[in-house]
């Protein structure tokens, strides 16, 4: 081992939830990022929210009666606990699909050192940007991370001067191209072993 390096994450913007390439329509957290409005208040988590997040893991599709039933409430108490958790971003169901699979095949890493007084200005313009997967504030010498997904090479080359390369406040910008993914959101890829 030659070198660690280690940030801690301070902020968690936007998530693969928020990722909708072929979405005319920005998801609501990214939008809210995007237009600078603060994330909704914090929630308390109970173990009702806990199981119902569980069966929904499991079965992302399930009912709200079939949800109430399981979890042996009422199908309105399922039903508000549900939207409740939703609105909160909380929870969020989304499709997990293979980045190449939607013709998006080449990911990469970036970290930014971004001026602090530049930062949230940096953050609403990133938010915009559909290519960005993954978008969390860190510690450390960069102070912004994301990962981003392309069609091409030219792709990201084109992401890199336009967006990278255009932010106010950017000091330094380090990008690296992914080459394999064992591991998205929790999820093994497929093929990983």
């Known amino acids: 081992m030659v070198d660690i390096h280690s940030s801690v994450v301070l ?3 936007l998530t693969a939830s928020d990722w909708a390439p072929y979405d005319d329509e920005p998801t609501p957290v990214r939008r809210r990022l995007a237009e600078g409005q603060p994330p909704p208040a914090p929630i308390t988590v109970d173990e009702l929210d806990r199981r119902l997040v569980r069966l929904l893991r499991d079965d992302a599709r399930m009912s709200t009666t079939r949800l ?3 979890l042996r409430v009422g199908e309105t108490t399922a039903r508000r ?5 939703m ?6 169901l989304r499709l997990a699909a293979e980045p190449g699979v939607l013709g998006y095949p080449l990911e990469a890493r970036f970290r930014l050192a971004v001026a602090h007084r530049h930062l949230d200005a940096a953050l609403r313009r990133l938010a915009r940007e559909p290519a960005i997967r993954l978008l969390v504030v860190t510690t450390g010498d960069s ?4 990962y981003s997904s392309h069609r091409s090479l030219a792709d990201l080359d084109e992401f890199t001067h336009r967006v990278l390369a255009g932010l106010d406040g950017a000091g330094r910008a380090e990008t690296a191209v992914l080459l394999r993914t064992y591991k998205r959101a929790w999820v093994p890829t497929p093929g990983a072993r």
Request: aromatic share 0%; glycine share 4%.
């Open 87 to 92: 609105s909160s971003h909380v929870l969020h």
């Open 11 to 13: 902020r968690l913007l």
């Open 81 to 85: 606990r549900l939207t409740r958790l």
């Open 143 to 146: 102070n912004v991370l994301g």
């Open 68 to 70: 109430a039933r399981e």
